[in-house]
């Protein structure tokens, strides 16, 4: 069974410029999280995602968004990038609306994004 | 703000050597706690919680609800123990997780 998998691995953007990260689900779940892990800062929950809509968001600015497909696959979009915005992005999936507090999440490897 | 806090970043145990990693919560509610692990260059994954009362890979973890903890204990460490090690929790009524920031576990051949 293909785990959570996510693209790119690895991107390189300037301070401004517009990035789009991508998360395909494992097969089954509806529920996509995002989470920021920045040096030092630990992971920090971005965004949550259920049946197409965006049921929670953390204490992040506008400028991080995202959606959910019919596929349950999800973008998380970040605008305006600032240097802090380098950090490692996981994306995690679990099967049902009791989310991570009653279900098993798996994480994706990840997109290392640096801010230049 | 509601909080995990994990003491240590690093810590180093010899081969055989009982193991602790420590797990603090700030919550006047009734978490759900989680210890999540990721080894070396594998993908962040459930270990165990709190709800099942498991052991998996020889650890344990009691909720203690007075010294509001949630420690990670395994008898006799393994090399392949070694790994980043994270608390989890998640609140009453939220279905996301709270992680602390993460203990490295280093077991000393």
């Known amino acids: 069974e293909a785990g959570v998998t996510q693209s790119p691995t690895h991107l390189i953007k300037t301070r401004g410029q517009q990035v789009t990260l991508r998360c395909s689900p494992i097969?089954?779940?509806?529920?996509v999280y995002w989470y920021q892990q920045a040096l030092g800062l630990g992971l920090q929950f971005l965004l949550w995602y259920d049946e197409g809509e965006e049921r929670n968001r953390g204490n992040f600015p506008p400028r991080f968004s995202g959606r959910q497909f019919p596929n349950y696959s999800s973008e998380l979009n970040v605008n305006a990038l600032e240097l802090e915005d380098s950090a490692l992005y996981l994306c995690?999936?679990?099967?049902?609306?009791?989310?991570?507090?009653?279900?098993?999440?798996?994480f994706g490897q990840g997109t290392r994004l640096t801010v230049v | 703000a509601q909080r995990v806090t994990q003491p240590e970043k690093l810590l180093s145990v010899f081969k055989g050597a009982p193991v602790e990693l420590k797990c603090n919560y700030s919550?006047?509610?009734?978490?759900?706690l989680f210890w999540y692990v990721q080894y070396s260059r594998q993908r962040l994954q459930l270990l165990l919680r709190h709800i099942s009362r498991e052991s998996i890979k020889g650890f344990t973890a009691d909720l203690n609800k007075g010294e509001t903890s949630f420690h990670l204990k395994k008898p006799f460490a393994q090399e392949e123990d070694s790994a980043m090690y994270y608390c989890a929790y998640s609140g009453a009524g939220s279905y996301q997780l709270t992680f602390g920031k993460g203990t490295k576990l280093s077991v000393i051949p």
């Open positions: 097969s089954g779940h509806t529920s």
């Open positions: 919550y006047s509610g009734s978490p759900e």
């Open positions: 995690a999936s679990s099967s049902a609306r009791g989310g991570m507090r009653n279900t098993e999440a798996f």
